[in-house]
C-alpha cells in the first residue's frame, strides 16, 4: 500500500451508539495485526464534539504505535445539522483519501456524496446504518432486531406487562434509533398487546436538558405513565434526572442506550433501570481494522475475522456481530467509558 495516502475515518452521527469509531487499538486480548512499519495516516473525525461517547474511540486509537498500526487523527463537526457531514465528506473526496467511515446522523443525506466517492474509488464504511445506500460494507456490533426486542423486555420486567410508556430517539432520522424503536414496537405489539404507547417517538436523546424536559412535560400530560425506553444516550440520564427531581423513581421505569459514566448515579439511586450498549471501542476498530484489509487487497466474506471481535455474520453488505452489554447498578463501574 502506498504510504502516502491515508484513511479518513468520518464518525459524524450524534446518535449513540454513536459513539464511534475510528479507533485503532484492538478490543482487550485481541493481537496486534502485524503491518508493514512504515505508519499510514488515518484522520479520524468524530462526531459532533457536545456529545460524551467522542472520547471513547479516541481511548482506544491513543495506544496505537507507528509501527504497528496506522496513525489516526480527528476532526469533528460542531453541530449536528446534516449539511455538515456532507460537507466534510465532499472535502475529503476532492483530497483524494483512500477510505472513509461515517455514521449517519441522516442516512439519506449520505447518499449523493457516497456516490462520488465510489465513483474515484474511495472505500466507503458506515456504522449504525444498516439500510445506507451507497456504502461498500456497514458495521453492526449488534443485531438490531434483538437488540431493538431486548429493551421492550426489561421494561416490562421492571413496569409490568400493561401499562402507559414513551419512546425517545436521538432524532426522528438517526437510522438505527428508529430502527430499533420500530423492531421493540412491533415486538411488543405482539408479545406485550397491553402496553400502550402514550404519543409518537419523542426526539431528544442526546440533549440531557431537553430529555429531562421531556419526561417533566410527559408525567404531566400523562399522570399514569409506567416507563420510557430512550435510544440515544443522554436520553435515559434526562429523564432519570427528571424521576429524581420530581420523586417519581418508584413509578416510571426507565430503560435504554446509555453510557455507563452518564447512566452511574441513576441506576445506583434506583432512577434508571437498566442499561444497554456496546462498546463504541470495539467498533472503532473494526472499522479501522476493515478498511486497511480492504484496502491491503484483502477480500470480505462471511465469516471474516477480526481481532478482538470474532467472525462476522455477513448479511449482503452488512457484518454483524455480537457484543450487546447490559448496564446495572451492579456492573456500571467495570465498564472504563
Not at 484513511?7 to 450524534?14: D, G, H, K, T, W
Not at 446504518?129 to 432486531?145: A, K, R, T, W
Not at 414496537?185 to 419523542?202: D, H, Q
Not at 440515544?232 to 417519581?248: D, R, T, V
Request: net charge negative; with cysteine; glycine share 10%.
Amino acid at each position: 500500500m502506498n504510504s502516502k495516502k491515508s484513511l479518513f475515518f468520518v464518525l459524524l452521527a450524534v446518535t449513540l451508539a454513536t459513539l464511534l469509531v475510528a479507533s485503532c487499538a484492538p478490543p482487550a486480548g485481541a493481537p496486534a495485526p502485524a503491518e508493514e512499519a512504515q505508519a499510514h495516516p488515518i484522520p479520524r473525525p468524530l462526531k459532533n464534539s457536545g456529545v460524551p461517547p467522542v472520547k471513547r474511540p479516541d481511548e482506544g486509537g491513543r495506544p496505537a504505535g507507528p509501527t504497528t498500526r496506522p496513525n489516526t487523527y480527528h476532526g469533528r463537526p460542531t453541530h449536528t445539522h446534516p449539511d455538515t457531514p456532507v460537507k466534510m465528506v465532499e472535502d475529503l473526496v476532492a483530497k483524494g483519501v483512500d477510505a472513509i467511515g461515517v455514521v449517519p446522523n441522516d442516512a439519506q443525506s449520505m447518499e449523493p456524496v457516497f456516490d462520488k466517492a465510489k465513483d474515484k474509488g474511495i472505500i466507503v464504511l458506515t456504522h449504525e446504518s444498516p439500510d445506507q445506500v451507497g456504502n461498500d460494507y456497514d458495521l453492526e456490533l449488534i443485531d438490531n432486531v434483538k437488540f431493538g426486542q431486548h429493551h421492550w423486555d426489561k421494561l416490562v420486567e421492571f413496569m409490568g406487562d400493561s401499562g402507559e410508556f414513551a419512546v425517545y430517539v436521538g432524532s426522528l432520522t438517526v437510522p438505527l434509533h428508529n430502527l430499533w424503536a420500530d423492531e421493540g414496537l412491533k415486538y411488543a405489539a405482539e408479545k406485550y398487546p397491553n402496553l400502550k404507547l402514550v404519543t409518537e417517538r419523542i426526539p431528544c436523546g442526546e440533549d440531557q436538558e431537553l430529555s429531562r424536559q421531556k419526561m417533566v412535560e410527559l408525567l404531566k400530560a400523562y399522570p399514569d405513565l409506567k416507563g420510557m425506553v430512550g435510544f440515544g444516550s443522554l436520553g435515559p440520564p434526562g429523564a432519570a434526572q427528571a424521576l429524581e427531581e420530581k420523586e417519581l423513581c418508584e413509578q416510571v421505569a426507565i430503560v435504554g442506550t446509555v453510557l455507563p459514566d452518564h447512566a452511574a448515579p441513576y441506576l445506583k439511586n434506583g432512577c434508571m433501570d437498566w442499561g444497554i450498549l456496546w462498546d463504541p471501542k470495539d467498533a472503532g476498530y473494526g472499522m479501522v481494522w476493515l478498511a486497511k484489509h480492504m484496502l491491503d487487497g484483502g477480500q470480505v466474506s462471511a465469516g471474516i475475522e477480526i481481532p478482538g471481535l470474532g467472525a462476522a455474520e455477513l448479511d449482503g453488505t452488512i457484518l454483524k456481530f455480537d457484543a450487546m452489554i447490559d448496564i446495572t447498578a451492579e456492573t456500571v463501574d467495570s465498564f472504563g467509558f
